[in-house]
Antibody, heavy 119, light 107 residues
Framework: EVQLVESGGGLVQPGRSMKLSCAASGFTFNNYDMAWVCQAPKKGLEWVATISYDGSSTYYRDSVKGRFTISRDNAKSTLYLQMDSLRSEDTATYYC????????????WGQGVMVTVSS | DIQMTQSPTSLAASVGESVTITCLASEDIYGSLVWYQQKPGKSPQLLIYGATILEDGIPSRFSGSGSDTQYSLKINSLQPEDFASYYCQNGLSTPFTFGSGTKLEIK
């Protein structure tokens, strides 16, 4: 059974940093691209970033470029999102998601972790 | 960026009825259209990818159609568990953009 379990969320002050983790199990982690998708309270879904199966390529939405870094440790089957210079508009639930092969869809999602940026 | 315009924003229907949700892409996405269902407090669930391909385990009352820039999700014979929010997504290229969502409520 595929499982994605996020951790690391919470309350953080504007301008500070936070690192999210996503522990994957039930599939061969290093065969899949992985992504982070967020959802602000009562709002819709927004793709944040994607990393290729081997970590060689990364992609970001414009609003997080230069502030967020997606990475992975295939030996630990773990995905990360380092979030720096956080802003109030980054407040959201962050989901780790497995990206389907060849096409840009997300076939498995974690339960999500809440990040609140507030003073 | 490819913009995804989803309609309607909300929809009320009764159990047993059929409904259709539409999604318009700002440019041709060559069939790379994805649909998700999300229930309150839960993670999104993949329903359909490649515009028409039903994900394993999804009931056949869900179907997707469309091409180029226009796509739709049809749900036949609504069941109580289908009342949720639905999102379309551009799966062609990054940034992977989502529609604003359709909330399907019980009439």
């Amino acid at each position: 059974e595929v499982q994605l379990v996020e951790s690391g969320g919470g309350l953080v002050q504007p301008g500070r940093s936070m690192k999210l983790s996503c522990a994957a199990s039930g599939f061969t982690f290093n065969n899949y691209d992985m992504a982070w998708v967020c959802q602000a309270p009562k709002k819709g879904l927004e793709w944040v970033a994607t990393i290729s199966y081997d970590g060689s390529s990364t992609y970001y939405r414009d609003s997080v470029k230069g502030r967020f870094t997606i990475s992975r440790d295939n030996a630990k089957s773990t995905l990360y999102l380092q979030m720096d210079s956080l802003r109030s508009e980054d407040t959201a639930t962050y989901y780790c998601a497995r990206q389907g092969p060849q096409l840009g869809y997300f076939d498995y999602w974690g339960q999500g972790v809440m990040v609140t940026v507030s003073s | 960026d490819i913009q995804m315009t989803q309609s309607p924003t909300s929809l009320a229907a009764s159990v047993g009825e059929s409904v259709t949700i539409t999604c318009l892409a700002s440019e041709d996405i060559y069939g790379s259209l994805v649909w998700y269902q999300q229930k309150p407090g839960k993670s999104p669930q993949l329903l359909i990818y490649g515009a028409t391909i039903l994900e394993d385990g999804i009931p056949s009352r869900f179907s997707g159609s469309g091409s180029d820039t226009q796509y739709s999700l049809k749900i036949n014979s609504l069941q109580p568990e289908d009342f949720a929010s639905y999102y379309c997504q551009n799966g062609l290229s990054t940034p992977f953009t989502f529609g604003s969502g359709t909330k399907l409520e019980i009439k």
